[in-house]
Structures are given as C-alpha cells and as structure tokens.
C-alpha cells in the first residue's frame, strides 16, 4: 500500500446518465418498496422529475472513481486485496433518473491499523451543471498481506 497516495485528487469521471431502469432494478436489489423508485407518476407526484433512486445507488457511480484508485500503478493494491469497512453519504438531493452526474475521487486519509492500510476514499458527484448532489464516502481495508 503506497501512503503517498494520501491527498491525491483524480480527474472527474465522464457524465453517468441515471437511466430509470437501472434505478428501478438497484430499488429492487435493495428491496427499496417507495413508489417513487418505481413509479414514474409516483415520483412526479412527490415533486420529483423521474423516478427517485435509493440513497445508496451512489455507490454506482463512487465506483468509476475507486476503479481509478485500483487501476494505479504506484497504487500498491488490487481490487482482490480489498475489503470495504464502512460507507457514508451525505446528499444536498436525490439522484433522479435523467441526471447526467460526473464523479471526482480524493483519497484523505491512510492509517494502519493491524497490519492492515485503512484508506478513506471521499467521491463528490455532481451534476453537469456543477452543483454537488452527494458526497460518498469509503473506508476500504487493504489487506496486510497485499
């Protein structure tokens, strides 16, 4: 596990579009029940644009940024060396299907503990317009025998 990488900010993903498919199948993986994950006119009904996507659908998008993370060479680690600890996000609003939402990655913090590398990963995702919808953030374990 290489501790420089500690500090370092990645270049923003290309623009995900939150396809209403893909929101009502993750709502069905994480047997999210709100009409507004399913239903179109339940959305519209509540205020919403589209169909509104659970709150841990981020998760799909913060994973185009630690694909980046893995995928560096002086990284120290492969995806096969992680164990993911724990998962926050902190939303200003919903993901809705239709947004098209870009992904920015900083790696914050890098602590040992056991052996094992404790890495936060904190992923902004924004809109194309540039405001903030979600900030995700991840504490992956990198084994100590990677």
Same mark, same amino acid.
């Given at each position: #596990? ?10 923003p993903t290309a623009p995900y579009l ?22 179109? +006119? ?36 492969? #995806? ?10 902190s939303y200003t609003r919903p993901i809705?299907?239709? +947004? ?17 590398? #404790?890495?936060t990963a904190e992923t902004t995702i ?21």
């Open positions: #596990m290489n501790p420089e990488l500690q500090g370092r900010a990645f270049a939150v396809g209403r498919e893909k929101v009502r199948e993750f709502s069905r993986a994480v047997f999210a029940s709100n009409p507004i994950n399913n239903d179109v +006119d339940a959305a519209r009904a509540a205020g919403y644009a589209d169909i509104v996507a659970p709150p841990t659908f981020a998760i799909v998008i913060q994973q185009l940024t630690l694909d980046q993370l893995v995928a560096q060479p002086d990284s120290g680690f492969a #995806m096969t060396d992680l164990v993911h600890g724990e998962q926050r996000f809705v299907a239709g +947004d098209e939402l870009t992904a920015t990655l900083a790696v914050t913090s890098i602590k040992s503990l056991g052996g094992n590398a #404790m890495v924004s809109d194309l317009a540039g405001e903030h919808v979600v900030t995700a953030s991840s504490v992956l374990v990198v084994r100590a025998d990677a």
